[in-house]
């Protein structure tokens, strides 16, 4: 059945088993070969980021000369952002953990976009009032991971517009409806707020360059599924005299049912790990998620388990495994079918126990200095 | 040839010879009755704005029923706008006389929209720097028409956006990109901006109901070109727990060449009255100008001349006649001959230069206010 093997990846539909590979060249993206590896290895003091060494990263747009400028003493900035239709999940951790160590390893600016405009276009159920409320819950999350306040910038949608806005009328007029509604399949009920939405979420890989009237460079990392989003802002950039942003592509986190990625959506709560989800409910979800194992454990014992299916490794391998030493060890352990499922999920819960823990604290610090990091204005108003 | 009596109205198009009756027909609008002209009349202390008299506002939505809350002490609000694409004409002082008019005799709030976004997404040989310059030019010469400083707001959009846009953000969700379509005759080649533009159009009507959390009505002056904005705002208003704003439209006033409506374009320049025309080239255009007189002198002695067709009467009617008696004595006269072009054409130009001279005056003045007028921050952000 050929339907079996189809597969959907837009800004707003992940869904079917993703061929990684088939979609890089679907959307004609770089592969992230050993050279480039070692090049970011040696530009960031020796160090690796682990979602990078593990293959999670493993596409990218222009990144080798984004890296080049950086070497010859052209800084860049990163730039992520956040649709707060919930709360996060661990799955989110992986960009703006790698953004967060960009920003230690190599010095550079850190620019947010909470989009609570978009997503409250994008989903008929949510609240104004929600989608402001968890955009502040979101951002509390994100700024915890450890960005650097005095480097770090916030553009909350509905609080920064205008700063925002002097760009977005300029980019939008670079974006014909056409080109949003090939790219994002829009349909005639889309509403003008979404199908605005994207000059919004360009404006940011623009702002620093336009704000200090000098070329800044802009590395992107998203998932591959939000590629086309900024294809777009790719498109135009020259036209309006800024570089194409790089883009640094993830794939994307398996849920802990085992299909689709991670969600934010209620109906499927218990495919995601939420960061506000109590401790008890966390151990509920990781010992009912799915995994690579057997049917029984003397099978299990004899063949292995099957880690690429696992969604439980899916979490070693995001960020649970500090070490590549121990994720190599988990790894190893369970295709031999040394380390049981059961055993591993115990091993594993530890740790996220252990982050949560640790999360919280920081959490709580943050609340001091998050408002100060969202941008009001902005120096220029043409 | 049917060809001749089409005509095309829409807020970016006006073509053809209108027939007035026809429009309001096809619009679905209601006919401004002597009845509600006499209702006019009473609430605003005995006193009928010239261009009602002379019947160039000539139909309406909901406006008896805002008289009526008006007179049961429920006030309303104005709100006209301006894309600043060029400098104003004499026919643009049609809706903005009238609302300070309505200001003065009824003492309510005006809301004033400067679409300086709209403008440049609409017209790409704009510069932003001449959308926003032209905003200002536009907004003094508007207030210098006599307007309260302490009653007169001014969202000038890309100086107002962080007022507008909470309210915007939920507008736009109500707005399918085929409403949009169907109204505007949208192409697919049109920009993002510009079909999310209606969405800020939108929000003076609802906005001081919002951000003082009462039902206030809106009376908004217009064209009867721009109905088809105003009917989406009038759509969505009940659903958003806002009173549709009441319409008041007049027809289009003729260009000095006798065809079309008076335009900002360059290349029919000589078809509009400019406010910033020096007083040699008010005398040239209006030299010039399409009238409705006869081949011959001696010709239009004998059978009179045809006011109707006159763009020269037309400007009379609009304004440049301050009493009834003048107007109907000069309607006359050119009816029967008595009035010959030349002599008439320099009475008026007398009378033009007049008001240019006292509305210079008036402009300076208000240079130091106006800023004052723009809002710039909403009381609520949701």
């Known amino acids: 059945m050929p339907g079996e093997e189809e597969f959907v990846v837009t800004p707003y539909e992940v869904r079917g088993r993703i061929d990684y590979d088939r979609l890089r060249e679907l959307f004609g993206t770089q592969a992230l070969t050993p050279e480039l590896l070692a090049k970011i290895h040696r530009l960031a003091g020796g160090e690796l980021h682990p979602a990078i060494r593990r293959g999670i990263f493993y596409s990218h747009r222009d990144l080798g000369s984004l890296l080049d400028g950086y070497a010859n003493g052209r800084p860049f900035f990163l730039y992520s952002g956040r649709g707060p239709s919930g709360p996060l999940h661990t799955s989110h951790l992986l960009h703006f953990d790698l953004c967060q160590w960009f920003q230690r390893r190599f010095g550079v600016p850190m620019y947010l976009q909470i989009t609570d405009d978009e997503k409250f276009w994008a989903r008929s159920g949510l609240s104004r009032e929600e989608t402001v409320r968890w955009g502040y819950e979101n951002l509390y999350d994100i700024l915890a991971l450890g960005f650097d306040p005095k480097r770090t910038h916030t553009f909350f949608d509905s609080r920064s517009i205008a700063a925002l806005y002097p760009l977005a009328i300029r980019v939008a007029r670079k974006i014909p409806y056409s080109t949003v509604k090939a790219v994002f399949g829009f349909e005639p009920s889309t509403n003008i707020g979404l199908t605005f939405y994207t000059a919004l979420q360009t ?36 036209g309006l005299g800024y570089p194409k942003p790089a883009l640094l592509h993830s794939q994307m986190v398996p849920g802990l049912l085992g299909e689709g990625a991670m969600s934010t959506s209620g109906e499927r709560a218990d495919n995601s790990l939420f960061l506000n989800d109590p401790p008890e409910v966390v151990d509920r979800k990781v010992r009912h998620a799915f995994t690579g194992g057997r049917a029984t454990v003397e099978e299990q014992r004899r063949l292995g388990a099957t880690p690429e299916i696992c969604s439980v490794w899916a979490q070693w391998r995001m960020r649970f495994a500090e070490s590549e030493e121990k994720f190599e060890q988990v790894t190893r352990d369970c295709r031999s079918g040394a380390l049981l499922c059961g055993d591993c999920k115990s091993e594993i819960l530890e740790r996220i126990h252990a982050f949560y823990d640790q999360h919280a604290i920081a959490r709580e610090k943050v609340k001091d200095w998050a408002e100060s990091t969202i941008v009001a204005s902005a120096p220029k108003d043409l």
């Open 203 to 238: 404006v940011p890989a623009f702002w620093p360059s336009w704000a200090e009237g000098r070329t800044i460079p802009c590395l992107i990392p998203c998932g591959i599924d939000q590629d086309p989003h900024f294809r777009v802002t790719r498109d135009i950039a020259e």
